[in-house]
């Protein structure tokens, strides 16, 4: 019933856009988004969910199973069979937003970039500085072009001096690691390795994210800005 309002927004967003490709490519954009919102409300709506047939031809997370049995609603999502919800979108955003919820994030890729020169290699392909980063925190970074286009936003991880763990975008996964490879300098020590199918992630947001990690991890759980040590 919003879509009158997201009309607006669009045409403002592709008049900022002074290049006919970025145009094109931005209506392409927002017209699959657009797309996914009208066909996630069907589903809502009918209580439909995607034949098996169709889900064969998807990749599936290793939660699969388990949210499949929870009646969750599937929808394919860059290639991936993805759940939008289990019983009602608006009550699980509100309950999201006002208490905590999971979410499984696993069709997004990971790259691990190892050696003594990984941290220089890195600073030359991202825009954040990685020499603020200790280990056991995580930076949000971009990846660009030589002309500044961004390539895709990332959030890489420092576990030593010398490993750096990476989340791509699951769109982008392979792009991403194609670039940083045609990047990788041949004399130095740089190790770059797509591990994305080694990986199982689950996102836990809300304002009662501390209280639960703390309940299944432990009391030693403290939220410290990026830091990702227990």
């Not at 008049?15 to 927002?30: D, N, P, S, V």
Request: net charge neutral; hydrophobic share 35%; glycine share 6%.
């Amino acid at each position: 019933k919003d879509l009158s309002k997201l009309s607006v927004i669009v045409y403002y967003t592709v008049g900022l856009a002074k290049k006919r490709k970025k145009r094109c490519q931005l209506i392409t954009k927002i017209s699959s988004f657009l797309y996914s919102i009208t066909k996630l409300k069907k589903t809502e709506r009918n209580g439909d969910n995607m034949s098996e047939q169709h889900t064969q031809d998807l990749k599936k997370t290793p939660l699969y199973e388990l949210q499949k049995n929870l009646n969750a609603k599937f929808v394919p999502f860059c290639g991936w069979s993805m759940p939008a919800f289990f019983k009602n979108v608006k009550d699980e955003h509100l309950y999201v937003r006002n208490h905590v919820g999971l979410f499984d994030v696993s069709h997004m890729g990971e790259i691990l970039v190892t050696g003594s020169f990984a941290k220089e290699f890195l600073n030359s392909m991202v825009t954040n500085d990685l020499d603020r980063l200790k280990p056991g925190f995580s930076q949000y970074t971009l990846m660009c072009l030589p002309d500044g286009g961004v390539i895709d936003d990332m959030i890489i991880y420092c576990q030593t001096e010398t490993s750096y763990f990476i989340c791509v975008n699951a769109s982008n996964r392979e792009k991403d690691f194609r670039w940083l490879c045609e990047h990788q300098p041949k004399d130095r020590d740089v190790q770059l390795k797509d591990v994305s199918d080694l990986w199982c992630q689950i996102a836990v947001q809300g304002p009662e994210s501390d209280t639960l990690l703390k309940e299944v991890l432990g009391e030693h759980v403290e939220q410290k800005g990026s830091n990702i040590t227990p």
